[in-house]
């Protein structure tokens, strides 16, 4: 991406969006409206409360050259890729499962992107509790299948995210997801359960 923050290795949300998506200054209002949404200010709090509360700018509209949603970068904060946003949903999805990554890098002290493992823990825990998966968007994605595609699709987009890591091999990434799949996809903090 060009003159942005290069997320950590591999935690970036793959893009859906077409038909060039929004300005920044758009996209920046939809990330305000996104605030204000349960789920958002949820984990919003949860992050206070866990000692890493974030000031003004964490969440920020940049364009982006790649064919990503957004990303997070520890110590840079959540971007979201205006150019490939079209609607609130989807500001709304990324700003989710960023929050997420976030969550994660601030309750776990030795979080290593650069590690396949911890990479693909906190993918897994994203797709599962951001709604990235939920059978709607899955369907508007092209998959669908009866029976088991939440999870299909969480292991799908883990394995995107991490093979992007430069880090990990395919290989790598799949032997990482196989390996802490049942603890990560099992782990739902902040929330009692997966939403």
Request: a negative charge.
């Amino acid at each position: 991406m060009a003159d942005e923050p290069t997320p950590e290795p591999g935690t970036s949300t793959s893009s859906s969006a077409v038909n060039g998506g929004k300005t920044v200054n758009e996209c920046q209002d939809m990330i305000r409206r996104s605030l204000r949404t349960p789920m958002v200010k949820f984990l919003l709090e949860h992050l206070e409360k866990s000692g890493c509360g974030i000031g003004d700018g964490f969440i920020k509209a940049v364009h982006c050259e790649k064919k990503i949603a957004g990303g997070y970068t520890r110590g840079g904060g959540i971007m979201v890729c205006s150019n490939h946003m079209n609607m609130q949903d989807e500001v709304n999805q990324v700003v989710i499962h960023e929050l997420i990554h976030a969550f994660d890098d601030c309750r776990a002290a030795n979080l290593n992107w650069a590690n396949c493992a911890h990479h693909a823990c906190s993918e897994i825990r994203a797709g599962h509790l951001s709604g990235d998966c939920h059978y709607k968007r899955e369907f508007l994605r092209g998959f669908m299948k009866i029976r088991g595609h939440e999870q299909d699709c969480v292991r799908r987009r883990v394995m995107k995210s991490v093979t992007a890591n430069p880090y990990c091999s395919e290989a790598a990434a799949k032997d990482a997801m196989e390996a802490v799949w049942d603890v990560c996809y099992n782990d739902t903090q902040p929330f009692d359960r997966a939403p």
